[in-house]
């Protein structure tokens, strides 16, 4: 006989959901309510945190004044200040002259350097053609210019200033003795025709000796002005061929030597001169005036 | 029959709101246990390119993401007995079906087993205005179908075209587009008490559930377990419930009668509370581990011990042999069999080409039944289990299942009925818009 028993376990609890309850979970099963639930309402309570802490001028001073603070200490550390400069490529007094005109108190954090700013300044300057900044280990601003090497004097209305190839201002100078190795022009706008005339300085090659300078007729064309007040006046267009006929003319006729006051080239294929006055009788007091009055 | 129309095209209407939400839920609410699937739709059917997979009728483009089962109380016989009861079991099911599904189901489809189902055949022919079938004709020809008398409080809960036949040739599954000069068909109409019905709506609507179909669960249990030889062929099935045994014979893949014996497990199982004096838990308990039909031999030498809480020494320690147990339970299933013969009888089952039957539901998982349902029904008798469908838990595949596997098929590919057809013409009222652009139609 085989015994068998039944084990009468407790049944399995299931109890029916309140309808509350029924509908509630429903609730939570709509998409939109639990993503509203889900993301919308910490994000909503977040957000408001924050604005009810901010509502608090004295809070906001303190946030950004400890902000503050904390940028400034790490901004000070050593490893970020630029304590000294150095300009290279610069004659003593430019770089006097750079470090005199700086915006900037040294030593200064790294952060606080507009390098940009501080390049534009710099090349602010009429001497300086290009400068470049760096900051390199040890706190040191290392600065490269690049100066502008003037090529010629031009006096002007105003001044006696010194010119590079392209014509711009380098600096002032109080007198052309000062710079006597410079070629001299003049006249208003010559500043702008600078390569134009040091082709013709360059052209004028076996009358180098006599050329006094170039003078700027009318914001237009040159006049090379030689001693014993001769002009070669040149025309506004090709002044060089112009000029190459007329040392062509001088080779082979002796144009200068003679008793001319003015080469007229203004017309290139018909050379005008004019011949000088009879010479007046010899004032030594007047010579010496003139000499003075062209270096 | 408007009314019916109108009744019937809202849940289908809500039947489609669901597929293209995509999620539905499936409810058996029978008399032991309430089943919630919910299925997950993903838009249309991806046929497996496999050999010898034919049309999947739907059962591919669905899933099921949640499935839950609760005992089921307030169902007596396969109907609403007690409305609250029965509301929170169907909350319980629900609630936990979309906690494993994790998504909220507004739409349910449900089936019961009760209700004095009750069959009938309908015919009616109509001659075709020009020779080609069109929609309209189908619809006409079903609404020339003479509905009998119903019966106060009776609703129709299906009403299906069987067969159409097209002057003297018979058996066409779809008429339209063929030529001919007389359309017959006819219908299989099953009708419901209206009562049931109404506390069932009235129950999912206080579930904050919109009922999207309806079905009656001996059909959709059919649909399940029945192969498809079977329904070509000619078959029975009978869903073994708790409260009600549903019986529907299919032929040519459709129903061509249901009907219900309200007698089920449950009767079982008082019948051993009542004869071996134990609480109904214990006597289920009892059924459902030592029961069976055929005793034999050994079985007289079982002594099961059945207890008792009542402090009685005598009383909690008696012992059944399993032999008095069988004797207890054959009876009443030879009875509720016999009763399943007397409709199949009634039905005219005895004419089907194929007389094959299938038993399923909770009940035709006692051991031996195949071999007492031989004796009374026929030889052709087989124990049937539900089709597989993906995502379906192992727990939900038995044969208690059945008619919630069923519907699941239902909802994925409900077959058309009688509301599923253009209404014809000369049912809308006089100033109807459509039948002005019929006459438009017709006359330009």
């Not at chain 2, 004096?277 to 006597?283: E, S």
């Amino acid at each position: 006989m085989r015994q068998m028993t039944l084990q009468t376990a407790m049944p399995r609890r299931d109890p029916a959901p309140s309808r509350a309850a029924y509908r509630l979970h429903r609730l939570w099963l709509t998409p939109l309510f639990r993503a509203t639930l889900r993301v919308g309402l910490p994000a909503f309570v977040i957000v408001f945190a924050i604005g009810l802490y901010f509502a608090n001028p004295e809070r906001r001073v303190a946030i950004s004044s400890w902000a503050g603070n904390v940028r400034t200490s790490i901004e000070e550390r050593p490893e970020f200040m630029v304590t000294a400069m150095k300009i290279e490529g610069a004659s003593a007094e430019v770089a006097n002259a750079l470090r005199a005109m700086v915006p900037v108190q040294l030593p200064v954090s790294s952060f606080g350097l507009d390098l940009r700013a501080l390049q534009t300044t710099l090349e602010g300057f009429d001497a300086v053609a290009s400068a470049e900044l760096q900051i390199r280990t040890g706190g040191l601003l290392h600065v490269t210019i690049r100066q502008r090497t003037p090529a010629l004097v031009w006096r002007s209305r105003t001044s006696l200033e010194l010119l590079d190839d392209n014509g711009h201002r380098v600096a002032s100078i109080a007198e052309r003795s000062a710079r006597a190795d410079l070629p001299l022009i003049a006249g208003d706008g010559a500043d702008k025709a600078v390569p134009e005339a040091l082709a013709l300085l360059a052209a004028a090659g076996p009358l180098a000796p006599r050329v006094r300078g170039l003078v700027r007729t009318g914001a237009r064309r040159w006049d090379l002005v030689l001693d014993h007040d001769q002009r070669i006046l040149l025309p506004e267009m090709n002044p060089v061929p112009a000029l190459e006929r007329v040392i062509a003319l001088d080779k082979a006729q002796d144009l200068l030597a003679r008793a001319i006051v003015h080469v007229d080239m203004r017309i290139p294929h018909r050379p005008t001169v004019r011949l000088a006055p009879p010479p007046p009788p010899a004032d030594p007091e007047a010579l010496t005036e003139a000499k003075a009055t062209i270096p | 029959m408007t009314d019916l129309y109108q009744a019937q095209r809202a849940m289908r209407n809500m039947r489609k709101a669901a597929m293209q939400r995509g999620v539905v839920a499936i409810l058996d609410v029978g008399s032991s246990k309430i089943a919630c699937l919910v299925l997950r739709f993903d838009g249309p059917e991806r046929a497996a390119e496999v050999d010898g997979v034919g049309p999947m009728a739907g059962q591919s483009s669905f899933r099921v993401i949640g499935a839950a089962t609760t005992r089921s109380r307030g169902v007596r016989f396969g109907e609403i007995d007690a409305m609250q009861e029965t509301e929170r079991a169907v909350r319980t099911a629900v609630q936990a079906a979309q906690k494993m599904a994790n998504v909220r189901v507004d739409h349910v489809i449900a089936c019961f087993a009760g209700a004095r189902p009750r069959s009938y055949g309908l015919a009616g022919d109509v001659d075709l205005q020009d020779q080609v079938v069109t929609g309209q004709d189908v619809a006409r020809v079903l609404a020339a179908c003479e509905v009998p008398d119903l019966g106060a409080g009776r609703d129709v809960l299906h009403a299906q075209p069987v067969n159409f036949a097209l002057d003297h040739r018979t058996g066409l599954g779809d008429p339209r587009g063929q030529m001919g000069n007389r359309l017959a068909c006819d219908m299989h109409l099953l009708t419901v008490d209206t009562t049931v019905i109404q506390n069932l709506l009235y129950c999912i609507k206080r579930c904050d559930l919109e009922l999207a179909g309806i079905a009656s669960s001996a059909y959709v249990s059919g649909i399940s377990s029945l192969v498809e030889d079977e329904q070509e062929l000619g078959a029975a099935c009978i869903d073994m419930g708790g409260g009600a045994t549903g019986l529907s014979i299919f032929i040519k893949k459709h129903m061509i009668y249901a009907d219900s014996v309200r007698m089920g497990g449950e009767q079982v199982t008082s019948d051993i509370s009542k004869g071996l004096q134990m609480p109904l838990g214990d006597a289920e308990k009892l059924k459902a581990r030592f029961g069976g039909v055929v005793a034999t031999g050994m079985d007289d030498r079982e002594m099961i011990e059945i207890g008792g809480q009542s402090g009685d020494w005598e009383k909690d320690r008696r012992t059944v042999s399993r032999a008095e147990l069988i004797g207890i339970i054959r009876p009443r299933v030879e009875e509720i069999l016999e009763e399943v013969r007397a409709r199949l009888d009634a039905a005219g089952f005895e004419h089907l080409p194929s007389q094959q039957i299938v038993l399923t539901g909770g009940a035709s998982q006692i051991p031996g039944l195949d071999g007492l349902a031989a004796k009374i029904l026929g030889q052709r008798v087989r124990l049937g289990r539900p089709l597989r469908v993906q995502g379906l838990p192992q727990a939900a595949t038995g044969a208690a299942f059945a008619s919630a596997v069923g519907l699941c098929l239902f909802a994925a590919h409900p077959q058309d009925e009688w509301w599923d057809f253009e209404i014809p013409a000369e049912r809308y009222p006089a100033r109807s818009i459509r039948r002005a652009l019929k006459w438009f139609k017709e006359n330009w």
